[in-house]
Nanobody, 114 residues
Framework: QVQLVESGGGLVQAGGSLRLSCGGSGIIFSINSMGWYRQAPGKQRELVVEITSSGRTNYGDSVKGRFTISRDHARNVLLEMNSLKPEDTAVYYC?????????WGQGTQVTVSS
């Protein structure tokens, strides 16, 4: 059974930084991409950033130049968020896409105060 667990969310002032981490367990073959999505109250879930198996990254327009995705030696997926804005407030979800299936974490809340 695949499980994804996010950590690192919290409350930060505008202009501040946070780093999210996503760790996984279970066996996943044929990973196509890994990434982060977010969902603000009353809005649809949207792509923050994804990284494909070939290393190509795809950032949402609203986070380009401020957020960076990476992976550490333990294969966790990291999201470095800088210059945070109140409009970045949302629940952030880790995503793994493999063999036609989407796997999601439970989400971590990020709140940016003005």
């Amino acid at each position: 059974q695949v499980q994804l667990v996010e950590s690192g969310g919290g409350l930060v002032q505008a202009g501040g930084s946070l780093r999210l981490s996503c760790g996984g367990s279970g066996i996943i073959f044929s990973i196509n991409s890994m990434g982060w999505y977010r969902q603000a109250p009353g809005k649809q879930r949207e792509l923050v950033v994804e990284i494909t198996s070939s290393g190509r990254t795809n950032y949402g327009d609203s986070v380009k130049g401020r957020f960076t995705i990476s992976r550490d030696h333990a294969r966790n997926v990291l999201l470095e968020m800088n210059s945070l804005k109140p409009e970045d407030t949302a629940v952030y979800y880790c995503n793994v896409r493999a063999s036609g299936a989407d796997y999601w974490g439970q989400g971590t809340q990020v709140t940016v105060s003005s």
